[in-house]
Every structure is written in structure tokens, then in C-alpha cells.
């Protein structure tokens, strides 16, 4: 009961996360369709656990997990400063997206190829990489994902008034003279960091921080305002996530669990081509 | 008030060299023919040389989250801005009949209904160099008289500076103009 309990408490801080992070990025770049997947960071999360992965294994070299998360904050601490600083200039937020379309083909291209050579030679491969899962979750992993869940509502807390002048758009924001480089850089190292996390203990959760955020701001912005995109939406998406990831565990097929990351991307995607048909793409 | 700018790489082919003198009591008029760089000076002075200069751009107000206006004033007052006016804002959301559409969202405003929301925002900021580009696009004859009105009152206090082309309806205020123009691939501005 006690692992159940965990691994509940687990997916919920995911799914919160995962709406909070794709809720702020849409807020900042002010596009429903920029999430940190879209932009890459999933991706480049991906690619740094193959490349350890692959000096693990075909070198011999052995850092220990606690090591290889520490190194992979700190490096997605400076590639958090280097898009907020990037964001702090002439803002294109069209390249960006391209550059992160271009960096999810890369990824995905190069994973099945690693994939296919790592089994062909008989090496270990993590297959579920790209499909996250809450199977083995126990404290260690529990804790690193409440922190940076307090951590996001702190920041929220801090910063409202930034947050909620910058919804009002770019221009008002100058009008008001309110600098907001603080609050975004402080957002977008959070979630950098938070998705390398979250790759990293879990897996990826492909197209959920895209998805989620836009099905908050349509529940719940109109009659509670942007509080309840955030807080009453983020936590409710927790809660649909965590749902999703029990009916995982409790309906297995022919005795093999679903990964919850694989049922979201199936999802997540459908829901995206449904939201650019509403938005009348084509 | 002396604003000097030398630059060499003003804009990517474009020196610029000015000193342009600011005046109270007299809308500071800057123009120029299109594309010359009325806009990136403003942005230039708003970026480089003052804290406290409010700049009120030409490009309209969009929107992300469509909210009503009377949301977005609430906004704006509790983000509480340096040298916020509340009874300037008041003024302008009234005499610009904002209070009439302020049930209506972002993105039901006409031009001129945009503009007169961030002139609206925009003029209640009142920093000690207030420059508004265009202040009269999309604004009909009555509200660019009302707009002249509230600036009449502006420069006692303020340094403001208007960039326009058309400034017919400025014509019953004190004006010092300058005129940009382009010498040796240098932007350089005279006052005639």
C-alpha cells in the first residue's frame, strides 16, 4: 500500500508539473502551441540520459545516479539561462519552435538508431525512455519532484504580479514598466531543470505540457481567471494524470503494464491535431 | 533636457548622430519620412538612456488571454507602476469612452478602440519623458482633440515627445520640431 501511495503521490507532482511548466511557456511566449516539448527540452533531456547511458555501457565508466542527476541540473540550470537570456532579446519564437522540431526529429531519429545497434550487440538499452512510467518509484525518486512542485507554487507566489501583468501581453507589460526577466528566468531554469528531472527518473511524457495547459485555460480561466489555469487547473490535470497512470496499474495486459507515458503521447497527440483543427490550421 | 546618441550601428547600415534638445511646456514633435528610424530612436532612448521614460509604441495591443478591458485596467492598477496616476487614468478611460466597452475583450476592439486603451494605460505612467509614437492612428477628430486636451496638460510637468506624421491636430499646442533625415548614412535630426 505504501509503494501504491508513492507512486499516486508521483505522477500527481508529474502531471501538476507537467500543466504548470506548459501553462507558463504558452504564458511567456504567448502561444498555444509552445510547451517543453515543442521547444526541445524533452529532447535534449533524452539525449543527455543516451549519452550517459552509452559511456555506461560501452565504456565502462560507472557514475553513480546520484552523480549523473546532480551534473544533469547543473547543466540544464545554464541551458535554462541561455533560452532565458535568448528569450531577453529580439524574441523569435517561430525559431524556436523549428529549432525544437528539428531537435525532436534528431532525438527520436538517433534513439531508434542507438536502440537498434545497442540490441543488435546485445547491450542494455532503456526502451522506455521515451515513454514514461511510474513502476519503480520509491522515496528518492518522490522527493526530488515535491520539492520542485513547492518550488513552482513559491515562485507563483512570488512572483503573481509579474505573472499576471505579463498575461495582459508584451505591451501593456512595457506600458506598467514592470521588468519581468526575473520571473521568466526563474521560470524557465525551473522547468528546464524540472523536465530533465522528470525524463530522467521517469521517463518522457510526450505532448503533455503542450495539451495540458490549453484544457485548464479552457475549463477554468474564464470563470476563476488565471489563478485557475494555474493553480485550480494544473492541480486538477495532476489529478487526471495520476488517474490515468492507476488505470495503468490496475488493468495490465496479458500481465504487462501499459507505460502511462505511452497512453499520454497517444493522447496528447491526438489532442494537439484537434486543437490546430480548432484553431482553424487547416 | 539633452538626449545625445552616437552610435555607429544604429541600425544594421545606419550611424546615428543626434542631440536632440527636450522641452516642458511644448510637444516635442520628431518626424521624419518613412523608415528613417522615428521608431528605433524611440525604442533606442527608451532602452538605453532613462528609467523613468515611459514609451508608448505604435504597434496595438494583442492578445493571449482575451480578457475584458475592465479586467485588463484592474490588471494594469494593482501592478502598481512607477509614477502611476490613478486619476489620469480615470480621466482618459472616460473622456476615450472606455468605461462604455469595457465589458468587451481584446480582441472585439476596433483600431482606434485599441489605441485609445493604450494611450488610455499608457498616458497614466507619467515618467518624466513620456514619448508616444503615433498617438493619433485610428483616432477619429474628437478623440485626437480630447488627446490634445490631456496633453496640453502633460507637458507642464513632462518632457513629451510625439512622433507623428500628421500633426494638423496638434496645432493649438506649443510645438519645438525636429526633422530626421539621413546625411552620409547617418541618421542626424534638425530642428526647424
Known amino acids: 500500500m505504501f509503494e501504491e501511495s508513492v507512486r499516486l503521490v508521483a505522477s500527481f507532482c508529474a502531471g501538476t508539473l507537467m500543466s504548470l511548466m506548459g501553462s507558463f511557456i504558452q504564458l511567456r511566449s504567448q502561444n498555444i502551441l509552445a510547451s517543453t516539448s515543442t521547444v526541445g527540452l524533452d529532447s535534449l533531456s533524452v539525449l543527455w540520459i543516451l549519452i550517459f547511458h552509452s559511456l555506461t555501457v560501452l565504456l565502462g565508466m560507472t557514475i553513480p545516479f546520484s552523480g549523473q542527476l546532480i551534473l544533469g541540473i547543473v547543466v540544464f540550470v545554464i541551458f535554462g539561462i541561455y533560452i532565458s537570456k535568448l528569450t531577453e532579446k529580439k524574441f523569435n519564437l517561430q525559431k524556436l519552435l523549428l529549432l525544437g522540431l528539428a531537435l525532436n526529429l534528431f532525438v527520436g531519429a538517433l534513439y531508434s538508431l542507438w536502440q537498434f545497434l545497442f540490441l543488435a550487440f546485445n547491450f542494455d538499452f532503456p526502451t522506455e525512455l521515451l515513454f514514461g512510467h511510474f513502476r519503480f518509484v520509491s522515496l528518492n525518486e518522490l522527493f526530488p519532484v515535491i520539492i520542485l512542485l513547492i518550488l513552482f507554487f513559491a515562485g507563483l507566489k512570488k512572483y503573481w504580479r509579474e505573472i499576471e501583468i505579463f498575461s495582459t501581453g508584451p505591451e501593456i507589460t512595457r506600458l506598467a514598466g514592470i521588468n519581468h526577466q526575473k520571473m521568466s528566468r526563474f521560470f524557465l531554469v525551473l522547468s528546464s531543470v524540472t523536465i530533465f528531472i522528470l525524463v530522467f527518473l521517469f521517463g518522457g511524457f510526450a505532448f503533455l505540457g503542450l495539451v495540458l495547459p490549453i484544457l485548464s485555460r479552457g475549463l477554468w480561466f474564464r470563470r476563476f481567471g488565471l489563478k485557475g489555469e494555474f493553480v485550480i487547473g494544473g492541480i486538477i490535470n495532476g489529478i487526471m494524470f495520476m488517474l490515468t497512470d492507476l488505470v495503468c496499474y490496475s488493468f495490465p495486459i496479458v500481465g504487462a503494464e501499459i507505460p502511462v507515458g505511452l497512453l499520454s503521447g497517444v493522447v496528447g497527440s491526438l489532442g494537439l491535431i484537434l486543437i490546430l483543427r480548432r484553431a482553424h490550421v487547416w | ?192
Open chain 2, 1 to 192: 533636457m539633452n538626449i545625445i546618441i552616437n552610435e555607429k550601428k544604429f541600425l544594421p547600415h545606419r550611424a546615428c548622430h543626434i542631440s536632440l534638445i527636450l522641452d516642458k511646456n511644448k510637444v516635442n514633435l520628431i518626424k521624419g519620412v518613412n523608415g528613417i528610424g522615428k521608431s528605433t530612436l524611440a525604442s533606442f532612448i527608451k532602452e538605453h538612456f532613462f528609467d523613468d521614460v515611459t514609451l508608448i509604441e505604435q504597434t496595438p495591443i494583442r492578445h493571449f488571454y482575451n480578457r475584458q478591458l475592465i479586467d485588463i485596467k484592474n490588471i494594469f492598477i494593482n501592478a502598481r507602476p512607477d509614477h502611476f496616476s490613478l486619476e489620469s487614468l480615470n480621466y482618459l478611460w472616460n473622456v476615450f469612452e472606455l468605461e462604455r466597452i469595457s465589458q468587451h475583450v481584446v480582441h472585439q476592439l476596433s483600431g482606434g478602440e485599441n489605441q485609445c486603451l493604450k494611450l488610455a494605460l499608457g498616458l497614466s505612467v507619467k515618467n518624466k519623458v513620456i514619448i508616444i509614437d503615433e498617438p493619433s492612428q485610428y483616432l477619429d477628430d474628437g478623440r485626437k482633440e480630447k488627446l490634445s486636451i490631456f496633453l496640453n496638460e502633460l507637458i507642464k510637468e513632462h518632457y513629451v515627445v510625439v512622433i507623428e506624421h500628421e500633426s494638423s491636430w496638434l496645432s493649438t499646442l506649443p510645438q519645438k520640431r525636429a526633422e530626421l533625415y539621413i546625411e552620409k548614412d547617418t541618421l542626424q535630426a534638425k530642428y526647424v
